[in-house]
Structure formats: structure tokens, C-alpha cells
């Protein structure tokens, strides 16, 4: 290959595909979206990757699936993935992303498993397995510690090296180790002051020398700040396209000796692997049965969903249940999916008030009670209420709506709307059986918990969920869902929330690893709901804890009438955790989904995780075993222990480093830490929180950082802003949305995204624009332009 192709080879084509070398028979390949479900662009891709896509079944997404606690489960679904991406000729499906839930309020939590690093890596693992079976390369994302959307392609992620490790690695540690996923997609975010996709020490010295990943790394959309560097750092492809601008970079770094040519070399042997790899994934689209995929998509709801509260045995509804009032919006419009660039077309839809319609309950009407995004009716809740008073049972349909939880926007707080409050408190005033079904892919507070008789959470269950949902609340099914998230009383409550998107230029982990359960159980905090929660309408028996050197037994039985699926849970408590010592009281350890008949007996076997009695030596750099008399607990959540055994770990002596400056630290008392303390964690100074004002803003600003500046640069935010409130008035909260992903772009990303619409000099008269110079940069974007237009340059075709 000449340089100019190496170099070529290292971008995309156009928004979806890497680029051809038809000289010498290298193929374009097709990356596309899917985490849940095959989001391909239909027609010709367009330079932003707008148009419509084709359908496909839409799966319930990750923080669903979770619920499952089944890897099996999870697998088959990643194969049925895989299958419908090879059928479109898909060689890359962009899943699945396993970033750890740090906050509820992350508006892209729903894509992703679990606050824990072992049920997300071991899910993730299982995804990959059933996708790449089909010849389609996984992509786990988003490498790594996106724990926010706001701000996201600058903010930087500051955390100590022992969370970093035992959290925010940890899970993709295991997807890589135990899923072999062929492609790895890097983060827009900076880890510790470094871009990820330049981040040497987390591309190249842990993902390949230490867990000895084989595959290749590509960006997240517009993620590429150096070429060279990402390059230099272990990443091989850009994407999407830039119209040849970085192209050029990598030629004139070769050139000058800045980049080794053998290098890039590497980068695009790890191209031509994947090539190679996903050659023979094409299959006939008939060979793909829809029809059994939309089976499975409901089954993998009826397993995910969560049955929190059933008090008096008030579910399952049967025949005898008496008129049954269906209330709420979500019932007829379900809400089954998040937004962005998941958003999956999918290839039918259930709702639940049909399928209640059909089964056996005596449904005597359904009211929506409360229009979406909040808007006030006082006729709608009237008509509600009148409906409920006629019934003997209402199944009263709760959520947050499409505008809450979006890719590229977090959410400011944990309520529901105020109109489904209000709702909420005159159905339950008519002391009625009242059963909250419950729509969305993240906690919220839910204070009437204690006055509702039963709460069903449906998550986001994808395009069965309508089926699985009346299945489940008409015993059909029995509920086998256990939290994969702890469910707090409070937003104020996460220990993340002193800090959480907060700040501009930062996002500081000031928690360590104080993260959901471990920290709600390292101070005895209340919960709502704790980690691994969930509830059957049949019971078990946990006994004969038996913790050997490697893995533990623990026999299960159904002692109940109705068959049903235990997830029994295996935690681990360090000997001097609970206070004085830098460690959570407990951690996930292990876990087994079991299937049982009534009366049905089985003893399981579940193998301790790789680093089950570790702790990640941040001077040391290394792992080390912990030695001591540990106890193994089973139970069916963080708070629920049925069995205790103890078990002698032999390890090292180990106590917190530097442990007289860390006070609070060791007693979890996160709220009490100041700069001083977490700068001893970090072993560094804080950098500045907030963007530095009083200079121009250049190519690596962000969009955002132009609002207050007066002139054109206040004009160009108010716009882009107000288009989103536009659309958001309009109904349209999809759209609305991607507006924030402009105000957190790059300034140079104006350029590289555009399609060669923008060039560099056009970039630079924007700058000047937006930098209070106006009529130097309006002559400096009309010279541009007309030296393109002289010089007969065109954006590349698609």
C-alpha cells in the first residue's frame, strides 16, 4: 500500500463505513448502531448519519436486560443480534456498552448493565459471545469512565487509580477476557487529563499487554481529537468520516518523522483483521426469522422485569380480580426504548393496554390521567379519577417520558412529573387496589411506595414489553427480575450528587469506590429498593453454604406452588472493611439464575470472580490478594442474607496507604471530604473545575463555552439552543436532544463532521467570528468558499 491508502484506512469513508482500497481488493465495512437492536441507516448514508434507519427488532436495552441476572439469556439475544446485522451486511454492530452506572441521573444509563463491575462485565461477555457467533464484530463501549453525557467530548474524569481499577475497568476487563469482542470503541471523555482515545495506558498498556485484547479500537462519532496521537495511543480507526482533513495529518506526521511509519503499519493490520474476521458474516435476510426474534424479545422481558412491592399477595390479577381500571399514558404508548443513537426502528410494538384487553381480566376502561413532558390537565386526571372510582382494581401506569433520558443529556433530578404526582394521590385517596407499573431506564423516587398495594418495574422492555407486562401482572409469567442498580429514597442520597455535572471542565469522583451498594451498605444509608432486589409469587429457601478456596455451593428450593427463578447472590466481606480500612463492607462475588418447580431442590456451584478477595495497589500498580478470614454470604440482594460461611483467604497484608490523610475515607463519609483529601487519594493537585475564561476560545473548546460571551459567539448559542426548546414545544424531544450534542462539540468537530462542507480555513473565520473579530471572520469564511469553489473542491461523495 502506498501512504496515502495506509493513511486513508484510518478514517471513514462516510458516516458508517471504513473506506475501500479497490486496488488492491480491501472492502469497505459497515459499522452501525445497536446495543439493543440494529439501528441501519436506510437509502445512502448521509454525512450525518440522519436518515431513517430500517426495521429491526428492538430488544429490551441493557439496563433491562440486566435484570435478568442471566448471561444465557443475554447471549441468545446477542445472537439474534448478530443475525440480523449480518443479514444487512453489517460487519460491526456498536455494542455493547457496559459503562458503570456512577448516577442515576446519567442520561444514558439505560444503555448500559450495572453499578457493578462483575453482573456488567459477565452480561457484556455473554452479548459478545452471541453477537460475534454470527461472524459480526462486537464493539464494547465506551472506553472508558463516560459516567456523564453533559459535556461529554471535554469534560474531564477525574478518579483515583484504585476506583479506576476496581470499577471503572473491572467490568470491561471481564467482557474483553471472557467475550473476546473484536473491536473496543473509545470514549469522547478525557480519564485523569487525557483524551481516551490518546490515553496510551489504557489503550494500548492495559487493554492490550494486560488483558491482551487482539482486536481493533475505533473512536465514538467524532471522537478523535490528535489523529496522530490516537494513533501513537493504540487506536485504528476514526469515524466518521472527515473528508480526508486527518488524512493528510497522518501523511505529514509520517513525513516529519512524528509518527513511525510502522505504527501505522500495526493500526492497519488491525483493520484488515477485522476484515478478515467478519468476511463471512453475510447471510440471507430470510434466514432471519422476525417473527421468533419478537418471541424472544418478550421473553427477555418477562425475565427482566421487576416485581418491587406486592403487599397482601395483590398480584398476580386473575379472573376473580373484579373490574380492573387501566390509568396512564404508558399503557397505550409505551415507552420501550431510550433516545440517541440506540433508537431502534422496530418491527412491531405491544402495549399493554391491548394485551390486557385479551386476557382474562375484566378491564372496564382506560384513561391516560396526564399528557407527557408534564403538561398540566386538570379534565385529563378528572376522567382518570371518575374511572378508578368505578373499578376495584387500578393499574395505574407511571414513567418518565422520552425528553428525560437521552444520549447526550443527563437528567437534573429523580422525580416523576408533578401531573403523574397529583394523579398519584387521588387514585390512592379512593383506597382502591392500586398497582404502579412503573416505565424508564433509571431510578426514581418514588414517594407513594408505601401507599400503592404493588409495584411492577418494566424498565424500558423493548417492543414484547406491552405482552410481558400483562403477563406478568395476570400471572401468566412469574416476575424473576432482581435490580441491577440500587434504588435510593433520594437524588440527594447518591454519593455522587455533591458533585455530579456539576462542574464544567471536570467531573470529579470524589466517591472512589464508594459506589452504590458498596456505599449505601459501608454507612448503613436507607434505600428504597437495595441492589439485587426483587420478588416472586413464589418463595425460597437458601441453606447448606458450603465456601470452598474457589467457588461456593448453596442449595435452593422452591418452597412455594408456582414455579419460578431464584438469582442467588454471593457477596464477600473483608475482614477490617466495615470501618478503618479504604474498602466497601461488602461486594458482588458470584451469582446463579435458578429455575425451580415447586418443591424442586438444586444445589449450585458458583465460581468466585477473578478479583473476589482483591484490592488494586495504586502504588504498587498491581493487583493484590488480601489475605485474612473473609465471610462468603448468599442472600437475594445486598441486604437480604440467608447464609453466612467463613472462608481463610491466603494473600498479603494490606492496610490503606497514607491512610492518616484519608479520614473520611475510611468511614464513608464522602460528603465530608475536601480538596485536601481527595488530592491525597489522587496523589496529585485538582485541576480547575471550571473553563477558563478571559482567552479566545479555539479549536478544542466546546460549543457551549460560547454562551455569555456576548456578539455573534452568544447569538450562535442562543440559537442552537432555541432550536432545542422549539423542537422540545414541538413534541419532538428526539430531535430536541441532539441539539445538546452540538453545543458539546468541539469546535473543530464543525470541520471533521461536515462532510468537507466546512473546511479548516472556514473553521478559522468562525473562531474569529465567535472571538468578537466579525467582519474578519465573515472575510475570512467568504475567501475560503471562494478559493474552494476556484479550485473546483467538492465534500467526498457518500
Excluded at 491482551?212 to 479500537?217: I, R, T
Excluded at 422476525?290 to 427477555?300: D, G, K, S
Excluded at 485538582?686 to 479566545?696: D, I, V, Y
Aim: charged share 25%; net charge negative; with cysteine.
Amino acid at each position: 500500500m502506498t501512504l496515502a491508502e495506509k493513511a486513508s484506512l484510518a478514517s471513514g469513508a462516510n458516516f458508517w463505513n471504513t473506506t475501500a482500497v479497490d486496488r488492491l481488493g480491501v472492502p469497505s465495512a459497515m459499522l452501525t448502531d445497536g446495543p439493543h437492536g440494529l439501528r441501519k441507516q436506510g437509502g445512502a448514508a448521509d454525512h450525518l448519519g440522519l436518515n431513517a434507519s430500517i426495521p429491526a427488532t428492538c430488544f429490551p436495552p441493557a439496563a433491562t436486560l440486566a435484570n435478568s441476572w442471566d448471561p444465557g439469556l443475554v447471549e441468545r439475544v446477542g445472537t439474534a443480534l448478530g443475525a440480523e446485522a449480518a443479514a444487512e451486511d453489517v460487519s460491526v454492530l456498536l455494542g455493547p456498552g457496559l459503562n458503570i452506572k456512577r448516577n442515576p441521573l446519567a442520561g444514558r444509563n439505560f444503555e448500559y448493565f450495572s453499578e457493578d463491575p462483575l453482573l456488567a462485565g459477565t452480561l457484556a461477555a455473554a452479548m459478545v459471545r452471541g453477537i460475534q457467533s454470527r461472524g459480526v464484530a462486537a464493539c464494547v463501549k465506551h472506553f472508558a469512565v463516560n459516567s456523564q453525557e453533559t459535556h461529554r467530548m471535554s469534560i474531564d474524569e477525574v478518579v483515583d487509580e484504585r476506583a479506576l481499577h476496581e470499577l471503572y475497568l473491572e467490568g470491561f476487563r471481564i467482557a474483553v477476557t471472557e467475550g473476546r469482542p473484536w473491536t473496543v470503541m473509545s470514549s469522547y471523555n478525557k480519564v485523569n487529563g487525557t483524551y481516551a482515545n490518546e490515553h496510551r495506558e489504557l489503550l494500548t498498556g492495559v487493554l492490550r499487554d494486560t488483558w491482551g485484547f487482539d482486536g481493533l479500537v475505533v473512536t465514538d462519532w467524532g471522537g478523535n481529537n490528535d489523529r496522530v496521537a490516537g494513533l501513537l495511543a493504540g487506536n485504528a480507526l476514526e469515524m466518521p468520516s472527515t473528508d480526508g482533513v486527518t488524512d493528510r495529518e497522518i501523511v505529514r506526521a509520517v513525513e516529519s518523522g512524528r509518527l513511525d511509519e510502522a505504527v501505522l503499519d500495526a493500526r492497519v493490520d488491525e483493520l484488515l483483521t477485522l476484515l478478515d474476521r467478519t468476511a463471512g458474516a453475510r447471510v440471507d435476510d430470510e434466514a432471519v426469522d422476525r417473527a421468533a426474534h419478537h418471541e424472544l424479545a418478550v421473553e427477555a422481558a418477562r425475565r427482566s422485569l421487576v416485581l418491587l412491592r406486592n403487599e397482601g399477595d395483590a398480584l398476580p390479577l386473575g379472573p376473580g380480580a373484579g373490574r380492573v381500571a387501566v390509568v396512564g399514558d404508558f399503557a397505550a404508548r409505551p415507552r420501550y426504548q431510550g433516545a440517541g443513537s440506540s433508537l431502534v426502528n422496530p418491527t412491531r410494538v405491544d402495549d399493554a393496554l391491548e394485551a390486557l384487553r385479551a386476557s382474562d381480566l375484566d378491564v372496564v376502561g382506560f384513561e391516560p390521567g396526564f399528557a407527557r413532558r408534564d403538561k398540566p390537565s386538570r379534565r385529563r386526571r378528572d376522567r382518570a379519577v371518575r374511572l378508578a372510582a368505578r373499578a376495584d382494581v387500578v393499574l395505574l401506569f407511571l414513567g418518565l417520558d422520552e425528553s428525560a433520558e437521552a444520549e447526550g443529556v443527563d437528567r437534573t433530578h429523580l422525580r416523576l412529573a408533578a401531573n403523574q404526582l397529583a394523579l398519584t394521590r387521588e387514585i390512592v385517596a379512593l383506597g382502591k387496589r392500586v398497582v404502579v407499573v412503573l416505565s424508564g431506564g433509571a431510578p426514581v423516587e418514588l414517594p407513594f411506595a408505601d401507599d400503592v398495594d404493588a409495584i411492577l418495574h418494566a424498565y424500558l422492555p423493548g417492543q414484547g414489553g406491552g405482552r410481558a407486562v400483562a403477563d406478568l401482572l395476570t400471572g401468566v409469567a412469574n416476575p424473576a427480575g432482581r435490580l441491577a442498580e440500587t434504588y435510593p429514597l433520594r437524588g440527594e442520597d447518591i454519593p455522587s450528587s455533591a458533585t455530579f455535572g456539576l462542574t464544567e471542565a471536570t467531573s470529579e469522583h470524589r466517591e472512589s469506590i464508594y459506589l452504590g451498594y458498596r456505599w449505601f451498605d459501608k454507612v448503613g444509608a436507607p434505600v428504597r429498593y437495595p441492589f439485587g432486589h426483587g420478588l416472586s409469587y413464589t418463595t425460597f429457601d437458601h441453606s447448606d453454604l458450603v465456601a470452598g478456596p474457589t467457588s461456593a455451593r448453596v442449595t435452593v428450593t422452591n418452597t412455594g406452588d408456582r414455579a419460578g427463578t431464584e438469582t442467588v447472590q454471593l457477596y464477600a466481606e473483608a475482614p477490617g472493611a466495615a470501618a478503618g480500612e479504604l474498602r466497601a463492607p461488602r461486594e458482588l462475588v458470584g451469582y446463579a439464575t435458578v429455575p425451580l418447580e415447586p418443591g424442586q431442590s438444586e444445589t449450585v456451584e458458583i465460581v468466585y470472580a477473578q478479583h473476589a478477595f482483591d484490592v488494586y495497589d495504586a502504588e504498587a500498580h498491581r493487583w493484590r490478594t488480601v489475605g485474612g478470614t473473609y465471610t462468603v454470604l448468599a442472600g437475594a440482594s445486598s441486604r437480604d442474607v440467608r447464609l453466612r460461611a467463613p472462608l481463610a483467604v491466603v494473600g498479603e497484608d494490606w492496610t490503606t496507604p497514607d491512610a492518616d490523610h484519608l479520614p473520611h475515607y475510611l468511614t464513608g463519609q464522602i460528603a465530608r471530604v475536601d480538596d485536601a483529601e481527595f488530592e491525597a487519594l489522587l496523589g496529585r493537585p485538582l485541576p480547575p473545575s471550571r473553563w477558563e475564561t478571559g482567552r479566545p476560545l479555539n479549536r478544542d473548546d466546546i460549543i457551549a463555552q460560547a454562551r455569555g460571551r456576548g456578539g455573534f459567539a452568544s447569538l450562535l448559542h442562543a440559537a442552537i439552543d432555541g432550536t432545542g426548546a422549539l423542537l422540545m414545544a414541538l413534541g419532538r424531544p428526539h430531535a430536541a436532544n441532539n441539539t445538546r450534542f452540538v453545543l458539546d462539540l468541539p469546535f473543530r468537530s464543525v470541520a471533521r463532521m461536515s462532510g468537507g462542507r466546512v473546511d479548516d480555513d472556514m473553521l478559522d473565520g468562525l473562531l474569529l467570528m465567535v472571538n468578537r473579530r466579525f467582519l474578519a471572520g465573515v472575510r475570512r469564511v467568504v475567501s475560503a468558499w471562494r478559493a474552494r469553489r476556484r479550485s473546483g473542491r467538492a465534500p467526498r461523495e457518500n
